[in-house]
């Protein structure tokens, strides 16, 4: 998810701390707007803190004034560059160029608040590796939106918060509209508070996220041309902000964009089906949960191990018959994706339990290997190129209603001293 830097700044400049360029604009360009008196903005260095704004005297319940995305608004700041020391937006705040916050400071935006971003430009929290932290709490009745001048899908290109982005920031009733433009709307490298986001007419992925704080809650993605989200680590599968909805975008699936598990991870239904585009590892004694109801989609040619590499790990498909555990292939065609995989060193506890596999056994590999007397309860294998392969270690003795239907090859290869706990 990293990036070049813009151009403008020549070799070395990054030893060079330049103080930020922050242009006051005031109320209707003259002083005063149709509806309230000008703004009185105090600029310190690269610290930019607007006070005193008023839009006809209405503000937030908080103080921050509220601010507008309409090209007619009155602007209440413009901004631009760095900024490297404490600073907070209010009103109507114009970006004319790209913002980079690093070297400690926080960029407080207060609720009611518009930042509108020139085309092509972007935030970034935690520039060059460096320390940050963005605290955007707006609330239900004054959200804070971060919209482009340009009010088209990618009509700018998006916020960033890079690793070193400090573990309390937080952007929560916040709203990011027209974003997208070559990234996605918001990257996350670091795992931080999300709560009550929603993402709109992204011309890219809504989100990209390594992690979410545990308290995340609540993402909305509508209107994007890739996929609502987009997970570069496991730890974002079990801390995905449900409550919202991810419906309505190019592709509406989680995109799994990762290659193994090795801590505790769980899938939740998030509303969409995942998507995993890789071969997936699940090892280091992890243990992987599929809750009730999640759909799990396969990319062509790929496959999950449970016990990669003869390690210990768990695997739990907890399932109902109401709310079956469904994997199959991205496209419905037996043989499309190859299969998942249960090595010798997987826990004896792992089950699957009320769960269909549909539209694997590609590559010649059945679509389900068990080598490990796990426990199959409820399941069904139905529509796969090649069915299932027990080992003669054969199954737990809870195993119970297994169905294979469909097969276009082998529907199951079992071991003789396997026979009797099938």
Known sequence: MGRMKRSGKGPGWAGVVAPALVMLACNGG????????????????????????????????????????????????????????????????????????????????????AVVFAVDTDLEIGWNSQAATIRAEGTAAAPIVLCGANPQAGGWRGVSVRPNATSDSVMKFVTIRHAGGGQPALALERGITISDLTIE?????????????ADSANLTVTGATGVPAALTGAGAVTRFPLGGSLTGNGDDVVELRFDKIIADTTFRPPGVPYRQTQHVDVYEAAEVVFAAGVAYRFGVDTDLEIGWNDQAATLTVEGTAEAPVVFSGDVAEPGFWRGITIHSNVTTNSRISHAEVRDGGGGSAPVLTILSPISLEHLTLAGNQIGASVARQGLAATSTDLNITGTKGRPMVIEPMAWTTV
């Open 30 to 113: 003259g002083g005063e707007s149709d509806s309230g008196s000008g703004t009185l903005a105090t600029t310190t260095g690269s610290t930019a803190t607007t006070t005193g704004v008023t839009d006809g005297g209405s503000g937030s319940e908080t103080g921050g004034a509220i601010g507008s995305c309409s090209p007619d608004a009155p602007v209440d700041l413009e901004v631009s560059g760095e900024i490297t020391s404490d600073t907070t937006w209010s009103g109507t705040v114009r970006v004319t160029a790209n913002i980079d916050v690093y070297e400690g400071a926080v960029l407080t935006i207060l609720p009611g608040t």
């Open 201 to 213: 007419a992204s011309g890219d992925d809504g989100v990209e996220a390594i992690d979410f704080a």
